[in-house]
């Protein structure tokens, strides 16, 4: 059992927090995490009401631990906060845009707001909001995030936003990778591409193949995805996938998939729904590299804290 | 006082080595680092013959300490590092370029091979040439690298070369950094940027000042001034720099850069005789943002390794 803020704020066993991962982190991971003595983070996305409610219910009724859920800020809408606000959430998690008018509605409903940061600017924002918790998010993490790496980041918004909490995220996915998020001064990691390669999470099963074949160097940032499939991400904002022809068609020809879009769009739909991942898009961070295995949430989630506990032990051991 | 298999090969009382900044660490700084207790290794670079007999003349008048030299592979000519061997440097550092060529004259000499690697090529590469240690260098650090980042990387290498030990670099400054790359399996951390700004590092008190004013996000990775100074470096090596004038009108027009070369050039080399950098380059990594001052490197050294034993004692109180 490792101690810290995280785990004592929710009453964890493990510092560990379930990447809302828009589409993949549904109820039943989220209740999977949560019973294994993480917190589970429902991927709330782009804020789809029915696909949110679905997966409020589905973790209600699987576990009494500690979830949450979080949310695209720029993409949610009120109606679907207050959903999901009233199911009682013990966190929820503002990702990559202004959290500051959402703030006083999430901790009024006695819920504790994280805000994620890529960088300086969303740090500070964090902070005027009143964020509990701030996530560091480096590079390193699949799916959306910014241009700076995890092991500088961290401790950088760890000395900007003090004393609030940080938790540490993007390339990690094992117990070294924990037990050094500790040492940079967070009080936990946030893990996703390692919990999407899990039996409990949502997605298919030839990408959670595609994620254990990979390599870190597959994966790239790119906004290709983005416009194909018709989303106005914010300028700082790219999404870590695996590599694929699509990529290598569209990368640096932005605005010529743009104007091609009638075209692209039905083709990348035809190809998603046949599971044709040379067109399609597999989130995946670049710690990859050590995903091996898709196995149940618990087990990693197990495996990964014994880990780092390890690591631990065995730091201290070092010093004369 | 912190052991590791690095701190046992050479003798060391800190599992910290200079990072061998071409042009930059010069004897002087190789001799603080080593006297301090870490390794000094001396930036040999693109193997500028007067340069090195230089510096190396200065490191062994200075230290009796352990001493290295590191040279970037596919500048570097055999008669140089013959130079430097027969000044009997405890270690050879080869990186960007395939070390394999050269392995043999380095480990005849009785000196230890160090290797860097950006990714798994190089780690290939590192393996095959018989290194002693390899460096995972990730794209936080400062001047040429990939485009891995290190905290996911380090893991990664230390398995790929296993038994072989890692040295972790790249966004490395402080006690909290150090502390985490050996929670990654790395042995020790091989720190550049932060060596940058102190007293005995060469370049000039403009750039120094530079260093101490800049923000992590002002970084980036570029081809422009290596393309502007001449330099024909390999494909998948940027390097990373303080973003500035010079970078903001080229970056994306390379092409154009190398046409415009007669007229931009004589501008570079006036720039950075004047000091001017706007124009001229400062390398610079992204842990910048924890460089905040410009001290003796003997004082540095002594508070990583001493914030890295403090973070090491803590983190095992967390463990329960």
């Not at 009024?108 to 009143?130: N, Y």
Request: hydrophobic content about 45%.
């Amino acid at each position: 059992m490792i101690v810290t803020k995280l785990t004592e704020a929710f009453g964890l066993r493990h510092p560990i927090v379930l990447a809302p991962m828009g589409g993949v982190a549904g109820g039943r991971i989220a209740a999977a995490v949560a019973n294994a003595g993480g917190l589970g983070l429902i991927g709330g996305g782009y804020g789809d009401r029915e696909w949110v409610a679905r997966e409020l219910a589905i973790v209600k009724d699987a576990t009494r631990g500690p979830w949450g859920i979080g949310f695209i800020t720029w993409s949610m809408r009120r109606e679907v906060l207050d959903l999901a606000l009233a199911q009682r959430p013990r966190a929820v998690m503002l990702s990559f845009g202004d959290p500051r008018p959402h703030a006083r509605a999430i901790k009024d409903a006695g819920c504790t707001l994280i805000c994620q940061a890529q960088g300086e600017e969303e740090a500070r924002l964090a902070q005027e909001a009143g964020a509990d918790l701030v996530v560091a998010q480096g590079t390193e993490g699949g799916g959306h995030g910014g241009s700076r790496s995890t092991l500088p980041l961290v401790p950088a918004v760890v000395d900007w936003v003090a004393p609030t909490p940080v938790i540490a995220a993007g390339g990690i996915v094992d117990g070294r990778g924990l037990a050094a998020a500790l040492m940079l001064g967070a009080e936990g990691a946030l893990i996703g591409t390692r919990f999407c390669a899990s039996d409990e999470a949502l997605g298919r099963e030839r990408q959670k193949a595609r994620l254990v074949a990979a390599r870190g160097s597959d994966t790239a940032r790119t906004r290709v995805f983005d416009i194909v499939r018709g989303y106005d991400w914010p300028a700082p904002y790219t999404g870590r996938a695996l590599r694929n022809r699509f990529t290598a068609q569209w990368n640096g020809r932005e605005h010529a998939l743009a104007e091609a879009l009638d075209v692209e769009q039905a083709r990348y739909r035809t190809a998603a729904d046949e599971d044709d991942y040379e067109t399609a898009l597999v989130w995946a961070g670049e710690g990859v590299d050590l995903v091996r295995s898709i196995e149940p949430a618990a087990t990693l989630v197990a495996r990964i804290a014994a880990e780092a506990e390890a690591r631990l032990r065995e730091g201290v051991r070092h010093v004369r």
